[in-house]
């Protein structure tokens, strides 16, 4: 009985925090320069988009749980929405590498998803939370690495529409 209250005071503090208002980043801040490694084996750095492109940053709290694979399924099955926008967009996790590449592999992830497993990044974009895993939190960044929106709403089964109607909202070239 014991064990069953602390793994569900753990399960309900755990969702919680990853609701609570995570970011003390605000909209027209430049968007903290990152440099990480995708399941592709890849870097990706925010600095190589300026001028060119914006970015959609869309941290998760943890590969393989419940809420996260639905957002990424979401991304796979309707990215063709995001895609239709001069944008690139990123699922960005604290997990060790290995982790999100096998979380990419369960989920056909055809989009790069980044590991941050120093947590630097996700302190910059003070997403870490309680659990020391990130918030569910996105980022819009324009081309010209300033964040436009911080979207803190998120909904994972309808992920890819909401960055969408998000994307044509905030006038990003289509």
Known sequence: MKVMFVKSLFLSLFLLSSVVNATELKVGDMAPNFKLQATTGDYYQLSDYRGKQAVVLAWYPMANTRGCTIECKSLVEKGH????????????????LDDNRDFAKKTNADFPMLSDPSKATAKAYDVLNLFRVASRVTFYIDKEGKIIKIDEDITPATAAEDIAKNLAALSIDD
């Open 81 to 96: 929405l995001i895609r239709a926008f001069n944008v690139s967009y990123f699922m960005a996790s604290v997990d060790p």
